[in-house]
């Protein structure tokens, strides 16, 4: 018991920090509030990734305060317990400074992972920004773009209407090898549904954006009372891409992204079925929530 008091105390510095920012927070939101109604606002590019990263932030930094919290224990017991005159009951403190350095390295391999998985979440957020960068050099008064359009557990990243049809982009952001004068670090190979990198395969890529595009037809198609075809795209920005042989669905970089729709000259939709299309576009983009 008297070993729980004396973790306890040292604990209480974190507790206070965190104390301290949660009143801070409370009462600025009670000082001033947002003017507008947020909630029904369009969702901005990556916005699913950026929630995300909101909470893997949090998580972060609660494994790398709880790791904080661990190694220091062995150091601050002898001193506490002196001070609250526990050292003799306590006895032998430091054999518990074993259990504390475990799951301090636990905590800090936690925290470590969670970094890594923020780091691709990041270039996720990049890729889709780049693509969206791109999209708005469209200066085409028909076409319309979506961004983070809401399916059921899963959002296709951009969704591109104009009279030609409708693209659903799913965009991948990937690190290119740090390797110098290399002609192959730059290239990705197209095959099927195969997309080959420099040192790995992706197989679930061109599956994936089949699936959301599929999803989407029936969507619309069901709120619209119309046929309506989606086809999907693949948008990897930053790399240049090889067709070794005709993909299943087309893979391109974000730079030839503004070209690729004025290839279909045929009209399939007339103001009409694009208005209603769009609105319906605009409901699944809708942010729903004020929470960001």
């Known amino acids: 018991m008297e070993l729980f008091f004396v973790i306890l105390a040292a604990a209480i510095p974190f507790v206070l920090f965190i104390a301290t920012i949660a009143l801070l927070l409370k009462v600025a939101q009670k000082k001033s509030r947002i003017p507008f109604e947020y909630s029904e606002m369009a969702r901005t590019p990556a916005f699913s990734l950026i929630q995300s990263q909101k909470e893997l932030n949090f998580n972060m930094l609660s494994w790398a305060m709880l790791s904080s919290i661990y190694f220091q224990l062995p150091f601050s017991i002898p001193t506490i317990s002196t001070l609250l005159g526990f050292e003799e009951k306590i006895g032998q403190w ?3 400074s074993i259990i504390f350095f475990i799951a301090a390295t636990f905590s800090l ?3 470590v992972k969670v970094f890594s998985k923020i780091r691709n979440i990041r270039l996720g957020i990049e890729a889709e920004w780049a693509v969206s960068h791109a999209l708005s050099k469209i200066t085409d008064s ?3 773009v979506f961004h983070d359009v809401q399916g059921p557990n899963f959002n296709i990243d951009h969704v591109v209407t104009y009279q030609g049809g409708i693209l659903a982009i799913e965009t991948k952001g990937r690190r290119k090898p740090n ?3 290399s002609s192959i670090t730059h290239k990705i190979a197209v095959e099927g549904d195969k997309i080959q990198f420099p040192h790995f395969t992706d197989t679930s890529t061109i599956e994936q954006s089949k699936r959301q595009a599929n999803w989407l037809s029936k969507e619309l198609t069901q709120s619209t009372g119309m046929e309506v075809t989606t086809s999907p795209l693949v948008v990897i920005p930053g790399w240049y891409i090889e067709n ?5 669905v087309p893979v391109m970089s974000h730079k030839t992204l503004t070209k ?3 290839l279909t000259k045929k009209l399939m939709l007339d103001e009409s079925a694009l208005a209603r299309i769009n609105y319906q576009l605009e409901q699944l983009a809708m942010r729903g929530s004020d929470e960001f």
């Open 94 to 96: 430091y054999s518990y």
């Open 260 to 262: 690729y729709y004025r």
């Open 179 to 181: 390797i110098q004068n």
């Open 244 to 248: 070794k042989q005709k993909p299943t």
């Open 142 to 144: 028909n076409v319309r």
């Open 109 to 111: 391999i936690k925290a």
